[in-house]
């Protein structure tokens, strides 16, 4: 059975009104500066933003893309990927420091148990003073020893914060694990993107390797038939050198490629994290890894002021801002409070006897008088970080800006430059079957075929490098203006 004590313990009645008078201004002024979010140093619209359209910060990379080898890769990515992990650390460490400096609103209430022992000396002399001699003559002499308990519960220097000056360190902090969690979005959307251009990389270089062997195939081909007819003194030495030039610069091709090949691979799996199984490796196939849905033409400021690097900025210069107002509080005075309540008792039986309670209320004013201008350069080091935040806020948006832009410019013209090489490359092909077949019938001589060869070989190649940037100028639209993070 537990018995309750009640402990006829109550501070004066003048004591509590001053707490619950102090209490109440708690909360009633704020010294940091009115914030207001800064206007977007870019013109309002850029390109032709379609009005219907949904904004891509709304598509979640699952739907924009489409490939489900791919889709794989990027999932293996979000779990395993050490950048975004670290993003993801920074997070509940910003989660933790805002909880540690929120504590500070509120009081910590502690309860203590306490014994203090004294000996007192037997031999003193009449003025209460220990004299010399008779401590010299009776150092075997022991003195009564004391024993006080006590039991307490309260709180210690508690911060009246009637300037704002936790609070607004409490907004700060809260403000920078907003910008972390923003942060850990925009590293995602990074990470899907590079993802995906490491992907469709790879299938590019192995179309390119696919190029570079039907190449060296049919180089070899040809220089074994000559070889032949050199043996039965049909062909010439020249043309078989020059048919050996050709299959050594395939055979270079092929081994730069298969190079390449590895190297991307070995950046996939650093992107993912882990080893990328085979089966999630793309072929030689460029598919179209986007929605078929246009992309847009042009975007608002707006639109970009949600990217998430964007809003990052914002977040650190509203805390910024509300810094200022703690360091102002600086110049006033910091009340304080220190109460505690309990019992005492020379004896450990009676601790929680009645009348054996104790109580204590200090309360503490510190009002700063002179420290060589300290506070004052402390708020001028506040007031510069806040305008160095918000330059960099403008120079992110601005940044952004120019990222559209340029992926916008490169959309534009790269439909009709495709279009262009693929009417190349066929031409190119048709060329090199001509004057093979002439080369063949003696019309001409290895040197039109030769140079027919080069020129198809370059225009599948640039055809390829123009599909890959086609297909990758579509992930970096989808990137720049906010999206994939969902």
């Known amino acids: 059975m537990i018995k309750l004590i009640k402990l006829n313990l109550m501070l004066p009645v003048k004591y509590l009104a001053l707490v619950a008078g102090t209490l109440l201004l708690t909360a009633c002024i704020n010294l ?8 977007a140093p870019v013109p309002a619209t850029l390109g032709t933003p379609a009005i219907k359209q949904k904004p891509l910060t709304e598509v979640g990379w ?17 779990k395993n990927n050490r950048d975004l992990r670290v993003a993801a650390l920074n997070i509940e460490k910003s989660r933790a420091q805002y909880q540690v400096q929120r504590a500070n609103l509120f009081p910590t209430v502690a309860a203590t148990l306490s014994e203090t022992a004294s000996k007192g000396m037997s031999n003193v002399g009449n003025n209460g003073n220990v004299s010399a001699g008779t ?22 220097a508690y911060e009246l914060d009637l300037f704002g000056r936790v609070r607004n360190l409490n907004e700060q902090a809260l403000q920078t694990f907003y910008s972390q969690e923003e942060n850990r979005k925009s590293t995602q959307i990074s990470l899907v993107a590079e993802i995906a251009t490491a992907w469709l990389t790879l299938a590019a270089d192995k179309k390119r390797l696919e190029i570079a062997q039907q190449t060296l195939t049919s180089q070899q081909n040809t220089y074994e038939i000559n070889q032949k007819m050199f043996d039965l003194g049909v062909a010439n030495a020249l043309t078989l050198k020059q048919l050996q030039t050709s299959v050594d610069n395939a055979r270079v091709a092929v081994a730069t490629y298969n190079i390449q090949i590895k190297q991307d691979t070995n950046a996939l799996n650093l992107l993912a ?7 999630w490796l793309p072929d030689s196939t460029l598919a179209n890894v986007a929605l078929v849905t246009q992309l847009p033409r042009g975007v608002t400021s707006k639109t970009l002021q949600q990217r998430p690097d964007v809003r990052a900025a914002e977040h650190l210069l ?22 505690t309540v309990g019992t005492a008792s020379t004896e450990l039986n009676g601790l929680f006897r009645t009348g054996s309670g104790i109580w204590t209320f200090v309360p503490q004013i510190s009002l700063p008088i002179f420290n060589a201008g300290r506070n004052r350069a402390n708020l001028t080091i506040g007031e510069k970080d806040q305008q160095i935040l918000l330059a ?7 940044t952004a800006f120019r990222e559209v832009a340029d992926v916008l410019v490169q959309r534009e013209g790269l439909q009709s430059q495709l279009e262009a090489q693929k009417s190349l490359t066929d031409a190119a092909a048709a060329a090199f079957m001509l004057a093979d077949a002439r080369f063949k019938n003696g019309v001409d001589s290895y040197l039109v075929v030769l140079d027919a060869q080069r020129t198809l070989y370059t225009a599948e190649q640039s055809l390829v490098t123009l599909q890959l940037s086609d297909a990758a100028s579509q992930l970096t639209l989808y990137k720049v203006v906010g999206g994939g993070w969902h």
């Open 32 to 39: 940091a500066p009115f914030y207001s979010p800064p206007e």
């Open 62 to 78: 699952q739907s924009f893309i489409t490939d489900k080898r791919l889709q794989q890769v990027i999932d293996l990515a979000l």
């Open 135 to 156: 401590v010299a003559a009776s150092n075997n002499s022991s003195g009564n020893v004391s024993h006080v308990y006590r039991a307490t519960v309260g709180f210690s």
């Open 273 to 279: 994290g882990s080893m990328v199984p085979a089966a």
């Open 318 to 339: 509203e805390g910024a801002n509300a810094n200022i107002g703690a360091l102002r509080a600086a110049f006033f005075p910091t009340i304080s409070m220190t109460t």
């Open 392 to 398: 960099q806020y403008e120079k992110t948006v601005q």
